[in-house]
C-alpha cells in the first residue's frame, strides 16, 4: 500500500481518480467553493498546485466517493476487518485459531516502529504562516486544518501505546490567536484528548500534544475510527498502510516520519480563546467559544509535502464516506457492545448526530395479545450510553416482527414505525441532558433533551398520502403538504419566542382536536418553508431534526400526562428556525462566480 500522500495521488491520477488544477487558485473560499462543486458530481480528486500565499499544494476529495475509498485501501481492508471482528469476538479466534493466525501476525506486525531519535532528515522546520490556509464558509472565524490527525499521550501512562490519535479541528489563523505561536483545538469533553487534558490539569501540568496533517490516507482515517478496546488508533494505522507507523520524539513530542506537516505545542491547564464560527458537519456554524488554545512549539514539512483537506457542510459531504467506511469495519461491532440490538444507524442527512434509526429484538411480551415495546427500551437507554451515540437527540426504535426491515431504507423504517406507534405510550423523554457540542437547537451549549420513540406490534392504521380534506380546510394551516406516507409538513409564521410558540400551538392543538380524527397522519411538522421541508427527503431529515429540541418543540393533539409520562394522538414537532440557532450555511455568490472558469468549456475541470 501507500507510504505517502504522494504515492496516493500519482495512483490515483493513472486511475483518473485525480485531476490537477495548475492555475493560482485562492484559498479564500475558491478552493472550497471548486471542491463542493466536484464533490457534489461525484466528481475525482483535486491537487491543487497552485496556492495562492503558499508554496505548498493541497489535495482534497480523496475520500470524495466510497469506491475511490475503498480502493485505496483494497490491499490491506480484508485483513483489517478480519482483525477488528477478532477484537470484537475474540471467541472466533478460540474456536478456529489456525483461521486466524494470519490476522494475528498481521496485527502485531502493524505495531508502531520508533526510528532512532530527533528530528528526521526528511523534514524541515518551517512556519504556521508558510501553511496553505484555506478559509471555506464565508463567515468561518479564520482559517481550519479540517483533516488533521491530533495525538496526545496519557499524562498517568506515558507512552505511544496509550496515546489518543483524534480528529478535532484545528484554528490556525483569525480572532485574536497570535500569529505563528497560538493555535485553537476545538474537541468535546469524553472524547480521548479531552480525557488527557483534564488528567495534565489536575496534575498541574501542560499537554504536549502533536499535530500531523497528511501521510499515508490510511492515517487520516485512523483518526475518526471508534476501535474495539485495546487496539490503538496508531496501531490500526500501521494495519490498514501495510507499515508499521513510524515515528520519534524531538523535544519530547511525538513526531510522524509518515505525516506531511507537524505542529507541535502544548495546552496549558484552563487556558483558552475564542474559536469559530466555523461551518460544521450539520450544516450551519458553530458559533464562537472558548476552547483550548495551544502554544505552537515548532512547525515542520516533508519535503514536497501535500497539505489534504476537506470542506464540511450540510451533508453529504466527504466525510459521509468516513461513516461508510466506519460502518463497513465496525458494523458488527454495537452488536457486541449492546446485546439484543441488531442495528444501529446514524442519519447522515439530518447531520449524523442528531437522529439514530435502530432495531432491536423484542422476547419480552412474545405471548402477550397486545404487543408493545419492553426489551426496546432496555436496548435504547443502552444505545443512548453509548459512547457517541450518546449524543442523539432523537432515537426511532423497533423491532421485526412478521417482515424484514432495514434502518437505512430510512423512508420505509419511519413508515413502519408510523403504521404501529401508538404515541399515547411510546414517548419517553430525556430532559436536562447532553447533545452534541455542535447542535444549537437546544437550551445552551451541550445542553438540551432527548427523545426515545419506541414502537412495536401489529400495524395500526393506514398512513395518509394525501392532505386529508378536513386540513385543507382549516384556516390556522398554511400551505400543507405530503413529506411522506402519515407524515404532513405545515408552514407557521416567524418563530418569536417560546412563550409565544406555547400559544401558537395551543391555538393549533385545539383546533385540531376539534375538527377532525388525524389518526392517518400521526406526525406534523411545523416548519418556515412546506415546500422546502417535503421537497426531498433529505430536506425533511435535516430541516426536521436539526431545528428542534424534543423537550421544547414537540407537541401534540389531545396532549396529556398521567403519572409523569407524556402522550398524545398526534405529535408536531415544531422545527422552525428559532432566534437562539446558528446560521445555515450559504455560499457566497461573488465566489460561485468566479470559479465558474474553472467549470467552463476550456476549464482545467471541465477538460479533465
Known amino acids: 500500500m501507500y507510504q505517502s500522500l504522494q504515492e496516493c495521488i500519482l495512483d490515483l491520477e493513472q486511475q483518473g481518480e485525480l485531476i490537477r488544477i495548475t492555475e493560482e487558485v485562492d484559498p479564500y473560499l475558491e478552493m472550497a467553493a471548486i471542491h463542493l462543486k466536484v464533490y457534489e458530481k461525484g466528481g475525482p ?49 478460540l474456536r478456529q485459531p489456525l483461521k486466524h493466525v494470519q490476522s494475528g501476525l498481521a496485527a502485531s506486525k502493524a505495531l508502531p516502529l520508533k526510528k532512532g531519535k530527533g528530528l528526521p532528515s526528511h523534514l524541515e522546520e518551517i512556519t504556521i504562516a508558510d501553511l496553505p490556509h484555506i478559509h471555506h464558509w464565508p463567515d468561518d472565524g479564520g482559517a481550519f486544518v479540517t483533516l488533521p490527525q491530533v495525538y496526545s499521550e496519557d499524562p498517568d501512562k506515558p507512552g505511544i501505546m496509550n496515546a489518543n490519535l483524534g480528529m478535532y479541528r484545528v484554528q490556525i489563523s483569525g480572532n485574536d490567536y497570535e500569529p505563528n505561536k497560538e493555535v485553537g483545538i476545538h474537541y468535546q469533553i469524553h472524547r480521548g484528548l479531552g480525557v488527557h ?65 507537524v505542529i507541535t505545542g502544548e495546552i496549558h ?103 408493545r415495546p419492553s426489551e426496546l427500551m432496555t436496548i435504547a437507554n443502552n444505545v443512548l450510553g453509548t459512547g457517541q451515540l450518546s449524543l ?9 416482527d412478521k417482515e424484514p426491515i432495514s434502518t437505512h431504507d430510512e423512508e420505509r423504517f419511519l413508515t413502519y414505525i408510523l403504521e404501529r406507534i401508538d404515541l399515547r405510550r411510546d414517548l419517553h423523554f430525556q430532559t436536562n441532558t447532553t447533545i452534541d457540542t455542535l447542535d444549537y437547537s437546544g437550551t445552551g451549549l451541550n445542553s438540551g433533551s432527548k427523545v426515545i420513540i419506541a414502537a412495536y406490534g401489529n400495524k395500526k392504521r393506514e398512513l395518509c398520502t394525501t392532505i386529508p380534506k378536513a386540513l385543507e380546510e382549516l384556516s390556522i394551516v398554511h400551505n400543507p403538504s405530503i413529506v411522506l406516507p402519515g407524515v404532513v409538513a405545515i408552514e407557521g409564521t416567524e418563530f418569536l419566542s417560546y412563550e409565544q410558540a406555547q400559544i401558537e400551538l395551543e391555538e393549533l392543538t385545539t383546533t385540531l382536536a376539534s375538527n377532525g380524527d388525524w389518526s392517518s397522519c400521526p406526525l406534523i411538522i411545523l416548519c418556515d418553508d412546506s415546500k422546502f421541508l417535503s421537497e426531498t427527503l433529505s430536506n425533511f431529515l435535516w430541516a426536521t431534526f436539526t431545528r428542534s429540541n424534543p423537550s421544547h418543540d414537540i407537541y401534540g393533539v389531545n396532549s396529556y400526562y398521567e403519572f409523569k409520562h407524556w402522550g398524545c394522538d398526534t405529535m408536531i414537532i415544531d422545527a422552525r428556525m428559532k432566534p437562539h440557532h446558528a446560521p445555515p450555511l450559504i455560499s457566497d455568490p461573488e465566489i460561485e462566480q468566479s470559479i465558474v472558469r474553472f467549470f467552463s468549456e476550456d476549464g482545467t475541470i471541465k477538460r479533465s
Open 392 to 400: 442523539a437527540k432523537y432515537l426511532f426504535i423497533t423491532a421485526e
Open 197 to 261: 487534558q483534564t488528567k495534565a490539569t489536575k496534575k498541574g501540568e501542560p499537554l504536549k500534544v502533536s499535530i500531523f496533517i497528511g501521510g499515508p490516507p490510511s492515517h487520516t482515517l485512523s483518526a475518526v475510527m471508534p476501535l474495539p478496546e485495546g487496539l490503538s488508533e496508531l496501531t490500526f494505522a500501521g494495519l490498514l498502510a501495510g507499515r508499521r507507523f513510524r515515528y520519534s520524539y524531538v523535544d519530547g513530542y511525538c513526531v510522524s516520519h509518515d505525516a506531511d506537516f
Open 45 to 93: 480528486a483535486i491537487l491543487f498546485e497552485n496556492i495562492k500565499g503558499s508554496k505548498y499544494p493541497a489535495v482534497s476529495n480523496l475520500f470524495g466517493t466510497i469506491e475511490r475509498s475503498k480502493y485505496m485501501f483494497r490491499k490491506t481492508w480484508g485483513q483489517t476487518e478480519n482483525v477488528i471482528q477478532l477484537r470484537n469476538d475474540p471467541i472466533k479466534a
Open 269 to 371: 491547564p484552563n487556558e483558552t480563546k475564542p474559536e469559530g464560527p466555523f461551518g460544521d458537519h450539520l450544516g450551519y456554524y458553530s458559533l464562537t467559544h472558548p476552547f483550548p488554545m495551544m502554544r505552537v512549539h515548532k512547525v515542520y514539512a516533508r519535503k514536497n509535502a501535500i497539505w489534504p483537506f476537506t470542506v464540511v457542510g450540510r451533508p453529504p459531504q466527504e466525510d459521509t464516506s468516513f461513516g461508510e467506511l466506519i460502518h463497513e469495519l465496525t458494523g458488527d461491532a454495537v452488536k457486541q457492545q449492546i446485546p439484543g440490538v441488531k442495528e444501529v444507524h446514524a442519519v447522515d442527512a439530518s447531520g449524523v448526530h442528531p437522529l439514530l434509526f435502530a432495531i432491536g429484538s423484542e422476547r419480552y411480551t412474545p405471548y402477550e395479545e397486545v404487543k
